[in-house]
């Protein structure tokens, strides 16, 4: 894989003076001072412990470390499990101070430093703990993996069966660049800043997001329970979230206002029942929603699928609505779909503008919450569903403020994706810098203060 340094970057940084080629496709041309050495000549490496339980209580139950707490450059700690570890294992298994972290499945590679989050801790054996020789930078080495991460290297090498592993011994042939320790430092410095410059450019504008959010729901709830006349007599709903809402208005259950249908399942043994041409959603489908609007699905059912359980073909225009694991999700059907049992489909009546009670839905996502049920999960029955209320205008009404939060959250909804595109930039430079630092693609040295 070639890699391409962007503009800004080589024309904020210059060169090194005398490169040669580092033998990696990856990492091309390098500073020719620097050494080239795989990863075993520069580090220890160890694999975690064996999940095991200890059933005899001679042994010391000990915080540690899965995969699932390994994120690029950190280590997520809000939640470590505990095993058992024999006298010998609590010395190999236990992290010190700049040992690397690196996952062995999953997205393999993905690294972190251990920055003595926990006063101790070991690893289990989806972690490997890479220890940086004396004479060497850690942190710098944090920034190579990355780079090599980010290149897809670590995913090319790993091995693969049903998940892809980074086993050890693939580890220790892993290259490695070395520059003198000074270099190390002053890379890892440069680095550290401004990774940091960038990333909190990269929160300004995600609560800038945050923000515009909250104003897209502030914006709907206010229309669809206030109206857009300014002044307008009010009365009290009798509805307690609702609060007071135009005087001309009426509070209407859910089961005035549409007709409710389940879900159901195919039997996922019948292979004749899958993969066929009618859309299936499920409240993972929601979730992933980029638009107001579904039509396709992860999964599909046949005719044979849909009549052997007891899902119901909705038409297009109608509200589907995650009731289970999550509640809230909503989405209106732009083509006849079914759902499984996780999801509720709400097909208005005549006299429903079906984006105005997208709207009321959406406003009451809390409320609709408070009302699930369930001890392994939270789902809201359809009986308890039909019982909701929601406020509701006349049909002309009704079509006038769907109008109006048409217009107003396509604007929220465009700020945001610029928004978004300008972080996806910062990131794509974040990354390109890095690799750049780290493979000798600019000379950063006379920029550390």
Known sequence: ?????????ERKYEPYTEYKYSGVEWMGEIPAHWEVKKLKYSSSIVLGK?????DNGNYNEKPYLRAQNISWEKVDDSDIKEMWFSDRELIRYRLELN??????????GRTAIWRNELEECYIQNSVHKVTIQKNNVPLYFLYQFLACGKSGHFEAIA???S???LTREKLKEVISLIPPIQEQQAIADFLDRETARIDELIAKKQRLIDLLRE????LITHAVTRGLTPYSPMKDSGVEWLGEIPAHWEIKSVKRISKVFNGSTPKSSEPEYWDGDIPWVTPEDLGELASSEISGTKRYITQAGYESCGTNLVPTGSLILSTRAPIGHLAIAATALCTNQGCRSLVPHSDMRTRFLYYVLYASRQELISLGQGSTFMELGKSKLETVGLPLPRTEEQQAIADHLDRETARIDNLIGKINQAIEKLQEYRSALITAAVTGKIDVRQHVS
């Open 1 to 9: 894989m070639s890699m391409v340094i962007p503009e800004r970057t």
């Open 50 to 54: 064996m999940l095991e339980s200890n």
């Open 99 to 108: 040992d690397l972290l690196v996952s062995e499945g999953g997205e393999v």
């Open 163 to 165: 998940i892809a592993h």
């Open 159 to 161: 091995n693969r069966v």
């Open 215 to 218: 104003q897209r729901t502030a």
